[in-house]
Each structure stands twice: as C-alpha cells, then as structure tokens.
C-alpha cells in the first residue's frame, strides 16, 4: 500500500515537473543579438555569435534560466548600420526579445542607440569605442576594453621607462583613427610628447617612407596603433630600417597571426593585450584564470583558437544572463537595473564593476602589458 | 635629407617594381582580346596563397612556387574555358564584366579553402637588411626587381621574336583578320590566360614574403598594378613596368616630402594626369606603331 502511494506520488512530480518543462519550453527567455559575421568585420563577429550560441546550448543544457528555456535570435548586419537599426527594430517589435547583447562595430552600435532608448530594452554592446557609453545612456552598456584604456596602458609602461618622446605611425582605418585620437588627447595627461605623426593605408605594401622620416626625428618610442597585416609590416620595415627604438602596438594585433607575420622582427614588441591573451601564464591567485582557461577549453573543443572578441561576446552574454538571474524576472526595468548593478563579475576582459556613471566597469588593470619573447606573448608588468 | 631621399627613392623602386610585376599580367590578355582582366589581381593572390599553403604543408620553397605557378595556370585556362569562352561575341565591355565575376568567385574560393586571416611566406633569402650607403632593403626585394627585370624581358621577346607572340598581338589589332590568316583566335585566347595567370602567379609568389597574402590581397594589388599597366599605356608590357616604377617612386616621394596622408592621392592625382593629357599612356602609342 505504502509503496503503491509512493509511486503515484512519484508520478506526480514526474507529472508536474514534466508539465513545468513543457512550459518552459513553450515560453522561452528570449536574447536578441545582432552582430557582424560576414563582410569585412567578420573575424570580430564570427567568434562572437559562435560564442552567443555555445553559452546558450550550455546553459540550456543545464536547465536554462529561471526554470525557463533561453532563445538565442540573431541577425547579422554585415557591418551595415542601416541593417542595423531594422534588425534591432524587428528584434524589439516582433521577435519581443528580453535583451540585446550586439552591436559588433561601434557604427552598428552607435546607430541603434535611439531606438533602444526609445523602446526601453537593455543593450549590452560588444564594441570598442568609449563614445558608445559616454555620455552614459540609460539603457545602454558594453563589454569590450576601450581604446582610451589601450592608449593610457601603453602611456603607463613609457612613463615607467621614463620616454617621453614618442612618434605615432597609424592606418586609415576607423579603429587606427580613433585610437590616433585618445593617443593625442592623453598625451598631456601623461606628460607624453609626440614629435612625429605620420599614417598609412591599411592595404599599403610598405612603410619604409614614414619610418624614415620618424627616425630623423628625436622619438624614443614608436606607437603604431591598428590591426590587419599592416601593424606587421611596419614592425618588419622597423626591422629593415635598423631602428633600435622600443616598439608599442595596439591590443588590435594580440593574435598568434600578428607574431607568425612579424616573425623575428616582432621580437621584443610590446602592446596591452586581454588576459585571455595570456591566460596560462596567470598566477594561479589570479580569479580571472579559472573563468579564461574554462571557456578557452569549451571554444577551443569547438571552434579552433580563441579570440578576444569571442571573450566579448562571453562577458556580454554572462552578465545579461547574471542579471535575469538576480532580477528574478525578465521585467525590462529590473533587468537594467540589474546589469547597472553588476559587480565583481570575472569575465574574460576584466573584472566588471559598472555603476550609474560607469556603464562598462572595467579598469586598466583588465589590460596585461605584454612582449613578444621567443615566438610567445610574456607578460611585463 | 638626401639621405632620407635616398631612402624614399630605394623604397618607391621596391614597391614599384611590385606594381610592375602586378601591372605586367594585365598587358597580356589586353593584347590577344582588348580586355581588361580584373581577375588579374586574383591569379597573383591564388599564386601567393597555393604556394603558402603548399610550404606549410611542408614543401620545399623552389617545388611549392612551381606547383602554384601550374595550378594558377590551370585556373586561367579553366577560367577561360567556362566563363569567356561561352561569351563568345559578346561586347569588350560585357567581358570585363564577366572578368569582375570571376574575381569575385575566386576570393570565395579562397575565403573557403584559407580563412580570413593573412599568411606570410618565408624569405627566399632571408630577413637581413641590405645596405646601399645610407638605404636600406630586403634581399626579397631584389628578387622582386629580378624577377620583374627577366619576366618582361621574357614576355617582350615572346611577343615581338615568337610567331605564336606575333600571332597574339595580330588577334588584338583585328581579330576577324588574324582568323583569315589562319590564326586560331580561341587557341590564343586561353594562350593569354593561361600565360598571365602564370605571370601573376609569379609576381604574388616573389612579392608574397613582403606584403603578406590574405583572400582579398588582390583587391589592392590588382588595382595598383592596372594603375601601373594604364600610366604606362596598357598593352605594352615595357610600359607597365615603367608606370610601376613612376607609381611606385612618385608614392614614395609623396609620402616622404608632403604627407604621408595624401600618399594616394598624389598617385591617383598622377594617374589622372595622365589619362587627360595622355589617354593612351604615356608609352601608349608603341603598341600601333610595333603592328
């Protein structure tokens, strides 16, 4: 008799949790995105929704959010603001997604922004510029270091070593221009400076000419801010030119790609780089280890190397996820409030402490000094 | 000053003898057909990535530039055979056209079969720096000077010494002639196809070790070396390499003298020059005069 009551009882819960699931199921928490996986962007993209989706599978694996499944429905722009701003319109309208985690361009972004405000839903984007959240937007925040931070990172180590002097050579692109720009605006703040300007296309061949000119000049560094193959190719006419001056780069080329192009001249070159860089080579003490090694062992298994634009896409998607948790409710105002809230989360480019003046909360210290010794990244400060 | 002149000059002849080798390529399907190839820039960019892909595998340099070198020729032959031949008759304008096409197809072949991220090709002769007095350059860079100086000088006799070149050039000045004469057009056709995406090949392996390759590296070099191929009046492989030069040198002393800013500009600015006073290019005319 007792075991008969057993069973039924047994059944029921099975009953019931089976009935919850089904309703889970039918009803899922819903996180739009909208990033840049083809055109000329596609290598930040890329890693980034093949993140979005590996968190949401995991997640939904071990019983989604709030007793809830999780939806992922993504657009790609192709690095189109226009393309943009209608997929983020058709994310708020029809899909009636709960948060945005998106905008891999700081032009998809910054295009978005009326409209997010406007609707009330919380953006958390995973570009760079320090524009997207200064001002600070009510219902926008981001994840990706800055380049502001790229430039006082690189400043702080020339200051250690006492330079002062220093000779910018940047690309035409908009990441090379604009962080040309915090370059020359921080320059004062740090006592810094700069004797020689000069730039470059992005696609050119050669920079001999302008590495010339700046060594007739009295610099004693040079700072070349960009990405692409172009950073490698001035690192190699440095080379070929004989100059002996210390060589800065930008977080733009921490990739195992930039030191295979580099070879032997890239020796001895420094740059701020994301931990997740360097993540073996964390002490142990360090909480940002465990949290790097683990999802560069989930995305490895998946996708081939990380990147640090995939670790964006991770933080963004965390602390979207944190905040629901803590919210209890997919309510737009309490989840802003939420996210506004996060503190001490350990993500992949830092550790994020955002307040209401502060919508991205990451530090300089989220940004290691690091040097190409031996073919390898090493951390110098 | 003069040595940072000096410099500027070493430099833009470097990058100029790039442009040539690019610039080269385009001369010859110009010839057999009027046709300006935009998959040029292609062939050069699948010669550099084969030959990549060929050295990681583990292939000997010398074995891997000449297996890349036949496989781009396959391509322009095949190119040849499925996207221009079928457009027999069709206007100049509609085969560039098609050409266009073709550029776009190959680049995501490559996207495919390469990624997205650049590659480099080791030095033939390594990494150390070369001194002229007070200039600088690579030893790569003189492979790519040689290699321009023999490819068009090669090109030049084949064209003017070889009845085949001759029978080439008589397919550009008028086709339905060369056929009366008994020349096979389509026979010639993919002669110049296949010959310039051999001579492509071989610029973007000598030029591979110093600008990198990537899927789209022939956006660029293509464009530049068209700018090479008009400056120097298209059609004529000598002038090619002069306009690559002038490109190259003039870029140089651009960017040193003026601004590194206007670098491109002040190239453009010369290849407009010469386009109004000068339509032909300024080695244009040798073409008409050499049938």
């Known amino acids: 008799m007792k075991n008969r009551l057993m069973k039924n009882l047994l059944a029921a819960t099975l009953l019931l949790t089976g009935s919850h699931l089904v309703n889970a199921a039918d009803d899922p928490i819903k996180i739009g995105s909208f990033l840049t996986v083809t055109g000329p962007a596609s290598f930040l993209g890329d890693p980034e929704l093949k993140t979005l989706q590996m968190v949401i599978e995991d997640l939904n694996a071990k019983g989604g959010l709030l007793g809830r499944k999780v939806e992922l429905v993504h657009y790609d722009t192709g690095g189109n603001a226009k393309e943009a701003v209608n997929f983020v319109k058709r994310l708020i309208k029809s899909d009636n997604v709960d948060i945005i985690v ?50 006082a990172k690189i400043y702080q180590d020339l200051r250690k070593q006492n330079l002062t002097k220093v000779a910018l050579i940047t690309g035409d692109g908009g990441f090379d221009k604009s962080g040309r720009e915090q370059l020359r605006t921080l320059a004062p703040e740090y006592g810094m400076t700069i004797v020689v300007d000069e730039s470059y296309g992005n696609k050119d061949t050669d920079m001999t000419t302008q590495l010339t000119k700046i060594r007739a000049t009295d610099a004693q560094a040079i700072i070349n801010f960009g990405f692409g193959q172009a950073p490698a190719i001035v690192t190699k006419n440095i080379k070929q030119l004989g100059i002996q001056l210390p060589v800065y780069q930008s977080h733009g080329v921490a990739s195992k790609t930039f030191i295979d192009l580099a070879g032997e001249a890239g020796e001895g070159v420094r740059l701020p780089a994301a931990a997740l860089v360097v993540a073996e080579q964390l ?5 940002q280890k465990p949290v790097l090694l683990a999802y560069k062992k989930d995305y490895e298994a998946k996708h081939g190397p990380v990147s640090t634009f995939g670790g964006h896409g991770y933080d963004g998607v965390m602390i979207a996820i944190e905040a629901i948790k803590r919210a209890g409710s997919v309510d737009k105002a309490k989840v802003r409030d939420e996210v506004e809230n996060t503190k001490g989360f350990i993500g992949t480019a830092g550790i994020f402490n955002m307040t209401p003046q502060d919508h991205m909360g990451l530090t300089l210290d989220a940004f290691k000094m690091v040097e190409i010794r031996n073919g390898g990244w090493k951390i110098v400060d | 000053m003069p040595e940072q002149i000096f410099q500027f000059l070493v430099t833009g002849i470097t990058v100029g003898a790039l442009y040539a080798l690019v610039g080269l390529g385009f001369a010859l399907i110009y010839n057999a057909s009027d046709v300006v190839n935009f998959a040029q820039g292609e062939f050069v960019m699948l010669g550099a990535m084969t030959a990549i892909a060929l050295v990681a595998a583990g292939w000997p340099l010398a074995l891997a ?37 073709a550029a776009i197809f190959l680049r995501g072949v490559a996207l495919l079969l390469w990624g997205k991220d650049f590659h480099a090709l080791p030095p033939f002769s390594g990494d150390t ?38 029978a080439l050039l008589a397919c550009s000045f008028n086709r339905a002639a060369a056929q009366l004469v008994g020349i096979n057009v389509n026979v010639m056709l993919r002669l110049a196809y296949g010959l310039s995406a051999g001579l492509g090949a071989i610029a973007g392996i000598l030029i591979a070790p110093i600008t990198f390759s990537s899927y789209e590296a022939g956006i660029m070099l293509g464009l530049k070396g068209f700018s090479a191929a008009i ?18 040198v003039l870029e140089a002393l651009g960017a040193g003298l003026i601004s590194s800013g206007y670098k491109d500009a002040i190239a453009f600015m010369f290849v407009l020059m010469v386009l109004f006073f000068e339509p032909t290019g300024l080695f244009g005319h040798k073409v008409a005069e050499r049938v």
């Not at chain 2, 391509?75 to 096409?101: D, H, N």
């Not at chain 2, 084949?158 to 009845?163: G, H, Q, S, V």
């Open chain 1, 102 to 151: 998106g905008g891999t361009t700081t032009g998809d972004t910054m295009a978005v922004i009326p409209d997010v405000e406007k609707e009330g839903i919380t953006l958390i984007s995973l570009a760079g510029a320090v524009d997207i959240v200064e001002p600070v937007k009510k219902w926008v925040f981001k994840v990706a270091h800055t380049d502001r931070m790229a430039a």
């Open chain 2, 65 to 101: 530039a000449i297996v890349a070198t036949a496989l781009t020729v396959v391509v322009g032959l095949l190119l040849e055979r499925f996207a221009i031949e079928p457009a027999w008759g069709a206007s100049v304008v509609a085969t560039i056209i098609i050409t266009i096409g």
């Open chain 2, 231 to 248: 400056v120097g009046g298209i059609g004529n492989p000598m002038g090619a390499v002069a306009g690559g030069l002038l490109l190259g």
């Open chain 1, 283 to 287: 002490p142990d003490t360090d909480p």
């Open chain 2, 129 to 166: 720096p070369l001194h002229l007095g007070s200039a600088t350059l690579l030893p790569q860079s003189l492979w790519v000077l040689g290699g321009a100086a023999a490819l068009v000088t090669l090109v030049h006799l084949f064209l003017n010494r070889t009845l085949i070149g001759k």
